[in-house]
């Protein structure tokens, strides 16, 4: 049986008082909020990066992707819900859209509360760079 960090764990069940995400779930920080339920929040990326750039994360602060457990299936899943439901919403579904998370540093991550980044609007290239 994996060992639970109860520092971790306090962490999650609390936003972070210096976490820039967790001031935006607190209204502390202004977003353009395009979603919000009591588990998962989405709103516009500060600097977007295609047409179509929304950032969809847990309320819970979990720091990153390497952070998840088994038990954060729901919350995972209701992200992607959430994604699609979005994704109808802005019109990018016929055209095709992508889901990226970065998670630390060779991946770019910069900011420490896990997010996904939901991108539309233009063709994309491949591989990411
Ligand atoms: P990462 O590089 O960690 O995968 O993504 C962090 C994202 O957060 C970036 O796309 C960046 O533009 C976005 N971001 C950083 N600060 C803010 C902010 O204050 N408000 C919003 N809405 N997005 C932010
Ligand atoms: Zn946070």
């Known amino acids: 049986m994996p060992r639970i960090d109860s520092h971790q764990e306090s962490n999650r069940s609390q936003l972070m008082s210096n976490c820039l995400f ?5 209204g502390k920080v202004k977003a353009d909020v395009v979603y ?6 989405a709103f516009k990326d500060i600097l977007p990066r295609a047409p179509v ?12 992707l390497s952070d998840l457990t ?7 899943g209701a992200i992607f ?18 889901i990226v998370v970065n998670c630390g540093a060779d ?7 896990l997010h996904y980044h939901l991108l539309g609007g233009r063709q994309m290239g491949w ?3």
């Open 127 to 129: 591989p990411p760079g």
């Open 53 to 64: 750039h929304i950032l969809i994360i847990p309320i819970a602060h979990i720091p990153m």
């Open 22 to 26: 967790c001031g935006i779930i607190e």
């Open 36 to 41: 919000r339920d009591e588990n998962v929040i």
């Open 107 to 113: 991946a770019g991550q910069t900011v420490f509360h």
């Open 81 to 98: 819900g959430v994604a699609a439901k979005l994704a109808e919403q802005f019109g990018i579904v016929d055209s095709g859209y992508r």
């Open 70 to 76: 088994l038990s954060d299936g729901s919350v995972v």
